[in-house]
Nanobody, 120 residues
């Protein structure tokens, strides 16, 4: 069983930065991981994904060039560095781990989310 806990959210002005963390318990060493976000009244969307090795990451067009995803295998932690934040980045951010082999869900394990609010 894998448990995920996000932290690092908060309020920031546009143009500012935040770094989200996702602490994982359980074995995720062979799992890909992802960051998602959900803004009020909108569907949850994929922000970025990273391979099990941490060597390959991908980003949605809306955050490419501003966000950087990384993972630390030593302490089982996933990160999302968010720079040049925009008001449209305001959302609850979720980390996720381990692709669902059955394809029912994108990932098997999800955190509870952390709120990011960006103001003008």
């Amino acid at each position: 069983q894998v448990h995920l806990a996000e932290s690092g959210g908060g309020s920031v002005q546009a143009g500012g930065s935040l770094k989200l963390s996702c602490d994982a318990s359980g074995d995720i060493s062979r799992c890909g991981m992802g960051w998602y976000r959900q803004a009020p009244g909108k569907q949850r969307e994929l922000v970025s994904g990273i391979s099990s090795s941490g060597l390959s990451a991908s980003y949605s067009n809306s955050v490419k060039g501003r966000f950087t995803m990384s993972r630390n295998a030593a302490d089982n932690t996933l990160y999302l560095q968010m720079n040049n934040l925009k008001t449209e980045d305001t959302a609850v951010y979720y980390c996720a781990a381990c692709r669902d082999p059955a394809g029912v869900r994108d990932y098997l394990y999800w955190g509870q989310g952390t709120q990011v609010t960006v103001s003008e």
